[in-house]
């Protein structure tokens, strides 16, 4: 898109947003240009803590759907609007809330931790929700002899396992599509390369890439740890989209996003978050649709879980 066009657009949206007393709140995997529209761009944790002291009247959520719906529990009084209904998650939707009820019934006695790319209704059968920033602290809150269910990223699981050396965690087997695509062998040559410059991976990579990281972390521990570093150069494995805000924060520095399997893509994108754009972000405050409805009872279930998290920061 040229610059002139997406000025005008979000242009637009500024004018859309005092006109409707809306704030958009924003993932760090969404486009440069939307991220810059946000009033707050976080990673998910942040947003969800940010979305209960939000001062607005609509919260447009710039991210995917589930994360939407976490806005809407925590904020059930607020229009809570998503620019794309169909911005999905392939960790999300590999589990859904019928499997889960049967899942706890072969494990009884097991408390339920769920990671929040979760839908509504997972959320609601779940004791304790978690974000990648916080799923070492959420699992060792639990007393030891306590046995868990932990959904459902295999991955970010099987990495708190190790690190908790906890071996009465179940795990659920789902993972995110654009965190397992990165390339062992890419990334290999990548650091040979590159040889001064430090890996960050999120844990939702497979283990093999985990292990070959300097530094393991949620995008906004990412971020943090690429400012405090010393180093000049870093190899990114997670998302692409949060090389916009590395670069705007340290222009200074290098980053080089990580590549997958596949041979003709330099870099890993979210398709679900790259369907936000500018366009849809204004269609949608102006018709104030398409709007989150969650049932109140399965909202409260879910509120409980994810209250829970947020209490053991
Ligand atoms: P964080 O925002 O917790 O880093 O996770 C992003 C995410 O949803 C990855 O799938």
Redo the contacts with the bound molecule.
């Keep these: 898109m040229n610059a002139d066009k997406t000025e005008a657009l979000s242009h637009r949206i500024e004018e859309l947003k005092r006109k409707k007393k809306a704030v958009i709140l924003a993932?760090?995997?969404t486009l440069p240009e939307v991220q810059r529209a946000a009033d707050f761009l976080?990673?998910?944790?942040?947003?969800a803590i940010e979305a209960q002291s939000v001062d607005a009247e609509i919260i447009l959520f710039a991210g995917?759907h589930f994360?939407a719906e976490t806005a809407k529990v925590l904020c059930p009084d607020k229009k809570v609007l998503i620019p794309c209904r169909e911005a999905g998650?392939s960790?999300a939707e590999s589990c859904d809330a019928a499997a889960l009820a049967a899942f706890k019934a072969k494990y009884p006695g097991h408390k339920v931790v769920s990671y929040?790319?979760t839908t509504v209704e997972v959320k609601a059968l779940t004791d304790v929700c978690c974000?990648?920033?916080n799923a070492l602290q959420v699992v060792r809150s639990i007393p030891e002899e306590q046995p868990i269910i932990f959904a459902p990223?295999r991955n970010l699981g099987s990495y708190i396992r190790k690190l908790t050396g906890r071996e009465n965690m179940v795990l659920w087997d789902g993972a995110?599509h654009?965190?397992e695509e990165f390339s062992l062998e890419r990334l290999l040559a990548l650091k040979r390369e590159h040889p001064e410059a430090r890996v960050v991976a999120?844990p939702?990579c497979r283990a093999y890439i985990v292990e070959t990281a300097d530094f393991v972390?949620?995008?906004?521990?990412?971020l943090d740890y690429c400012g405090k570093s010393d180093a000049r150069e870093f190899i990114v494995v997670?998302?692409a989209g949060i090389l916009a805000e590395m670069q705007r924060r340290y222009p200074e520095k290098h980053f080089i996003p990580a590549p997958p399997d596949d041979e003709s893509c330099g870099c890993n994108n979210?398709r679900y978050m790259k369907m936000v754009t500018l366009e849809n972000i204004i269609a949608c405050l102006e018709n104030e649709s398409p709007e989150i409805v969650l049932d109140e009872e399965v909202r409260r279930k879910a509120e409980r879980s994810i209250l829970n998290m947020i209490a053991i920061r």
């Design positions: 993932h760090y995997y976080g990673d998910s944790l942040a947003l995917v994360m998650c960790l929040v790319n974000t990648s920033s990223d995110c654009v965190h999120h939702e972390g949620s995008t906004a521990a990412i997670t998302e979210c």
